[in-house]
């Protein structure tokens, strides 16, 4: 009979099936995870675009206001101009591995927004303006642009003829 069998190789037989099937299975998931990532990155860059940009039309709209009217709020105009410059420093590019205004140190986007929400939370409170920071998916009652419905009345409270009795319901 011919030696063409080996049996060392079937000792480590399992292990070279999960190792091949680890590599073929990395591959795939790397290649699908770019595919994901990058989706789920131009989602939520939209979503901080669509907020950043409703902030600054906010403000802008306000100092067009207070420039018109004369106003001398200085609280109001304060915020307004740092409002306006944390805006226009957020990155419009990828900012991945690069440094900030030619600084050492990396940008913190997530930091960056929240000083922006801060700061339009204090531009609000200085115009006596309530501020919306839900977002049109977090509502739970609206209509397609997000404006909350009048509230529904399931019987009208002066017709009492028109109510369903419970004389006609048998269980």
């Excluded at 950043?52 to 018109?68: N, P």
């Excluded at 200085?74 to 944390?86: C, D, F, G, M």
């Excluded at 501020?131 to 977090?138: C, F, G, Q, V």
Aim: with cysteine; hydrophobic share 35%.
């Amino acid at each position: 009979m011919a030696n063409d069998f080996d049996l060392e190789a079937l000792v480590h037989l399992e292990q070279t099936f999960y190792d091949t099937g680890h590599a073929d299975g990395f591959a795939h998931g790397r290649i699908h995870g770019l595919i994901e990532g990058r989706a789920l990155g131009r989602e939520k860059g939209f979503e901080m675009w669509e907020e950043l940009g409703f902030y600054e039309g906010f403000a802008l709209t306000w100092k067009a206001i207070y420039a018109k009217q004369g106003n001398d709020d200085q609280r109001a105009v304060h915020h307004t101009k740092h409002l306006l410059e944390l805006i226009s420093q957020f990155p419009q590019v990828n900012p991945s591995g690069a440094v900030h205004a030619g600084t050492n140190e990396e940008l913190d986007i997530s930091k960056l927004l929240r000083q922006i929400r801060s700061r339009y939370k204090a531009l609000c409170a200085s115009l006596g303006v309530r501020p919306t920071l839900r977002s049109k998916d977090t509502a739970d009652v609206g209509d397609e642009e997000g404006l909350p419905h009048p509230a529904r009345q399931v019987w009208k409270l002066e017709d009492d003829a028109k109510r369903p009795t419970m004389q006609g319901l048998s269980f």
